[in-house]
C-alpha cells in the first residue's frame, strides 16, 4: 500500500513543542510514513523574541525547518499538531495559518484527513486540555476526523493521562516536568494507523 503523508506542524517558541514534533515524526517514520515537521510562521516582533534567550536560540536552532504552506495541508493524509497554550487557547501564530486554510476548505480538500493535537504550558493545569479541544473545533468544522489517544496505552497514564492529545508541562528553564516521550510516539503510532485504515478503506 501507499506510505500514509503525515505533515507534523507545530509551533514553539523555547523549543517544547519542535521536541514533541520530532518525536511524533520519529514515530511515525518508524512505522512507514513519509514525514514533513513543518513550523507555523512566527509573528511575534523581534524586541519581544530577543528578551527571551530560550526563544532566541530556538528560533536560531530551527531557522532551516520549512514553514508550513496550505498545500501541505493536501498533501497530507494525516496531520499532528502541537503549539503551547495561550491562555487556554491556541497561540496566535498557529491560528492565523489555521485561519488561512479556507480556500483548501470550501473546496473540500480537507474533508476526512486524520488529524490529532498535542500541547504544552508552564505548569499541569496551565490550559493544555482546553488548547487541544479549541485546535479540534477547527478540526470539526474541516470535516476532519480527530483520532485522539484516549486510553489506548498505559504509557498514556505515566505521561499525565491526557485523553485528547500528549501534553507536558515546562519549567522557566524550558525543561519538561514530565516524561511523555512515550505516549507523543504511541499517539504518532496511532495516528499513522487509523489513516492506513482509511486509506485501505477508501481503496477496497
Known sequence: MEKIKLAVIYYSSTGTNYQLSKWAAESAEKEGAEVKILKVKELAPQEAIDSNPLWKANIEKTKDIAEVKV??????????????????????????????????????????????????????????????????????????????????????????????????????????????????????????SVAAMLKKGKSI
Open 71 to 192: 498545500e501541505d495541508l493536501d498533501w497530507a493524509d494525516a496531520i499532528i499538531f502541537s503549539m503551547p497554550t495561550r491562555y487556554g487557547n491556541l497561540p496566535a501564530q498557529m491560528k492565523q495559518f489555521l485561519d488561512s486554510t479556507g480556500g483548501l476548505w470550501q473546496k473540500g480538500k480537507l474533508t476526512n484527513k486524520v488529524v490529532s493535537g498535542m500541547s504544552s504550558a508552564m505548569n499541569s493545569h496551565g490550559g493544555q486540555e482546553m488548547t487541544i479541544l479549541a485546535l479540534y473545533t477547527t478540526m470539526y468544522h474541516w470535516g476532519a476526523i480527530v483520532v485522539a489517544p484516549g486510553y489506548t496505552d498505559p504509557v498514556l497514564f505515566a505521561a499525565g493521562g491526557n485523553p485528547y492529545g500528549t501534553s507536558v508541562s515546562v519549567d522557566a528553564q524550558g525543561k519538561m516536568k514530565e516524561d511523555v516521550k512515550d505516549a507523543v510516539m504511541h499517539q504518532a503510532k496511532r495516528v499513522v
